[in-house]
């Protein structure tokens, strides 16, 4: 049983930055792909960043790329995202999440393990 312990979210002011940490409870290399998710109050949970430790894949939502990076350190077994320029509507609860199995996927059922979220709150 794979455990995913999220840490850094926090309040922030819009424009502000802010770095999501998930570490995992067993060696990486048994992991295929991490990735992260977001649920707003009354709404679908939605797809936001993804990793491939595998030739370090990376694919971002496009409400994020170009603010958002996703990476690894492959010693640690943790995976980060650098969330950068927020909006009021990055807000919500981030949820990593970790597959076994290679690819990337946006369904967020597919996943085999998940997190139990940090909140991350960006006011106006």
């Known amino acids: 049983q794979v455990q995913l312990v999220e840490s850094g979210g926090g309040l922030v002011q819009a424009g502000g930055s802010l770095r999501l940490s998930c570490a995992t409870s067993?060696?990486?290399?048994?992991?295929?792909?991490m990735g992260w998710f977001r649920q707003a109050p009354g709404k679908e949970r939605e797809f936001v960043a993804a990793?491939?430790?595998?030739?370090?894949?990376?694919y971002y939502a496009d409400s994020v790329k170009g603010r958002f990076t996703i990476s690894a350190d492959n010693a640690k077994n943790t995976v980060f995202l650098q969330m950068n320029s927020l909006k009021p509507e990055d807000t919500a609860v981030y949820y990593c999440?970790?597959?076994?199995?290679?690819?990337?996927?946006?369904?967020?059922?597919?996943?085999?393990?998940r997190g139990q979220g940090t909140q991350v709150t960006v006011s106006s």
């Open positions: 999440v970790a597959r076994y199995d290679g690819g990337i996927y946006l369904n967020p059922g597919v996943y085999d393990y």
């Open positions: 067993e060696r990486t290399r048994s992991i295929a792909t």
């Open positions: 990793f491939t430790w595998s030739g370090g894949s990376t």
